[in-house]
């Protein structure tokens, strides 16, 4: 088992930027993927970031690339999003998630472990 806790949310202004970190216990962290993911009220959760065990390969969701870097520190067993330019449309809680294969996946349902979520409100 792992378990997975966000931190870092809170409420801020568009153009803010923040940092959320998820850490990590329990099994190795390093040998997951991981990955970020949203949900807004009203909506499904959706996709934001993925990044590989070691940290070599990212991939993110077309609607936040240039503004959302997804990083990994597996020797403190933590990682991170960060957000930058928040505008009203990424008011949402964020989730972390870990995913045993090895393949980078953007679908929700195929991760294996999240946290409880962070959430991100953004005023206008």
């Known amino acids: 088992q792992v378990q997975l806790v966000e931190s870092g949310g809170g409420l801020v202004q568009a153009g803010d930027s923040l940092r959320l970190s998820c850490a990590a216990s329990?099994?190795?962290?390093?040998?997951?993927?991981m990955g970020w993911f949203r949900q807004a009220p009203g909506k499904e959760r959706e996709f934001v970031a993925a990044?590989?065990?070691?940290?070599?390969?990212?991939r993110y969701a077309d609607s936040v690339k240039g503004r959302f870097t997804i990083s990994r520190d597996n020797a403190k067993n933590t990682g991170y999003l960060q957000i930058n330019s928040l505008s009203v449309e990424d008011t949402a809680v964020y989730y972390c998630?870990?995913?045993?294969?090895?393949?980078?996946?953007?679908?929700?349902?195929?991760?294996?472990?999240w946290g409880q979520g962070t959430q991100v409100t953004v005023s206008s």
């Open positions: 998630a870990l995913k045993t294969s090895v393949v980078l996946s953007t679908v929700w349902a195929q991760y294996d472990y």
């Open positions: 329990g099994r190795t962290f390093g040998a997951y993927n």
């Open positions: 990044i590989s065990r070691s940290g070599g390969t990212t």
